[in-house]
């Protein structure tokens, strides 16, 4: 009796055989199941099969697909083992590194989930391919008490974890750290257990993704100059530290402190956190409750704090308001609006020569150096302190003075404090 050998369905046998015996692995241990979840991306092997058999078929080659498919599963078994093969398997087929839990997977649709038992610092990274156009940093758990992360630019994206615990625990936990695909970053809770974390993370994409950035307690540091959009409108108790910016920064912290390069436009408010920035093309508006502002040089700006300090090295136009922070403003091209309760004034060059000025304080000290480029018309009031006025022209006022052509305006009172404007 002839029998007459049927490839296809020989193909199709074996695949259920090394499908069988995949599971079979898993259920005793020598392959991880966690990996199943990373395989779902290569599902149209499936129609590619089946389109291959259909076609090939006129040509007895009806089984070429089911070979491309056994060869596939042969390398999911490999690259779910440990050791040395199974990392070249899963480099070769861009798997990550660490397993996921296969039920999450489901649950939240995600890539990426990685459990484990922290007992120390705890370090992972991965590959983010392709490119996501948006990355949403959330870490707004509870459980996450301090987040730093380091942004660096390139042309590639990978992030780097290291994640440690902050209180003690004597059992095992678990914790899930996951990756959707819309490219989000999020942290998710361990379920009924109370353990705190820090995270540190260091992530290096393009420019030209978008960052936002979510969080109750940490830092951010962007080491490089940088084009693209980064959101930082969902922070709380945050640090920043950036170099230059080529968009609009807007940033809000309870605690946190501000060290900016330049952007085009800025609007920065703290409560006890220090600002210190390069400046800015556009607008500035700064408000602080007690840190200090440190800028170099702006065109138009606006700082209020209570009790922090005020230094400016240089400025066109310039509106502060303070309680009782001093205040240094070394340059000064245009109009100054300046207004303190007791904290002490000090003008270093006052170039104006068109626009009102006006100065105002309770118990502050004014002192202020008239640039070669001024042209004022100038009138000083205090109830008790002292006037000095020396080399100045005089006008018919008590306290009044002329520089310049008088075009513009100045206009400096206190109740108690002394005031002196000299030629610098």
């Known amino acids: 009796m002839d029998y007459k050998v049927d490839i296809p369905k020989i193909m199709l046998g074996l695949n259920i055989i090394i499908i069988g015996l995949y599971i079979l692995l898993g259920n005793t241990g020598v392959v991880d199941f966690g990996y199943l979840a990373y395989f779902i991306k290569f599902w149209p092997l499936i129609i590619i099969t089946i389109g291959l058999d259909m076609i090939l078929r006129n040509y007895n080659l009806g089984y070429i697909g089911s070979v491309i498919f056994s060869i596939f599963l042969i390398l999911a078994i490999i690259a779910s083992t440990n050791g040395p093969a199974g990392s070249s398997v899963r480099k070769f087929l861009t798997v990550p590194e660490n397993p996921t839990s296969w039920s999450d997977y489901w649950g939240g649709w995600n890539i990426n989930i990685f459990d484990f038992t922290p007992a120390e610092t705890k370090s992972y990274s991965e590959k983010l391919d392709p490119v996501p156009k948006a990355i949403v940093f959330d870490m707004s758990s509870s459980r996450v008490k301090n987040a730093s992360i380091i942004l660096k630019k390139s042309p590639t994206a990978s992030i780097k974890y290291d994640i440690m615990l902050r209180s003690k625990t004597g059992d095992e936990k678990k914790l899930s750290l996951i990756t959707d695909f819309d490219g989000s970053l999020t942290i998710k809770e361990p379920e ?98 007690s840190g200090s502002v440190i800028i170099n040089s702006f065109e138009n700006g606006i700082i209020k704090t209570t009790s922090g300090d005020i230094s400016v090295r240089s400025t066109g136009k310039i509106e502060i308001k303070t309680i009782s922070g001093d205040v240094k403003v070394e340059s000064v091209g245009n109009m100054m609006s300046i207004s303190t309760t007791s904290g002490d004034i000090m003008i270093g060059e006052f170039n104006s020569n068109s626009s009102s000025s006006k100065i105002s304080s309770i118990s502050g000290d004014v002192s202020m150096g008239l640039g070669k480029q001024a042209s004022i018309k100038g009138e000083c009031s205090s109830t008790s302190g002292d006037i000095n006025l020396s080399g100045l022209k005089r006008t018919e006022s008590k306290n009044g003075f002329m520089f310049g052509d008088g075009r513009g305006s100045l206009d400096i009172s206190t109740t108690s404090g002394d005031i002196s404007v000299l030629e610098r």
């Not at 420019?207 to 409108?233: H, M, P, Y």
């Open 192 to 289: 009924k257990n109370d353990i705190d974390l820090k995270i540190k993370m260091e992530v290096q994409i393009p420019e030209t993704t978008v960052c936002i950035f979510r969080g109750t307690q940490g830092s951010i540091e962007v080491q490089d100059n940088w084009k693209g959009s980064l959101d930082f409108a969902g922070l709380v108790n945050y640090s920043i530290k950036a170099k230059n910016l080529d968009e609009n920064f807007e940033f809000k912290t309870v605690s946190g402190s501000i060290d900016v390069g330049s952007a085009k436009n800025m609007r920065i408010e703290t409560g006890s956190g220090s600002i210190t920035m390069e400046g800015t093309t556009g607008e500035l508006t700064a408000t602080t409750i």
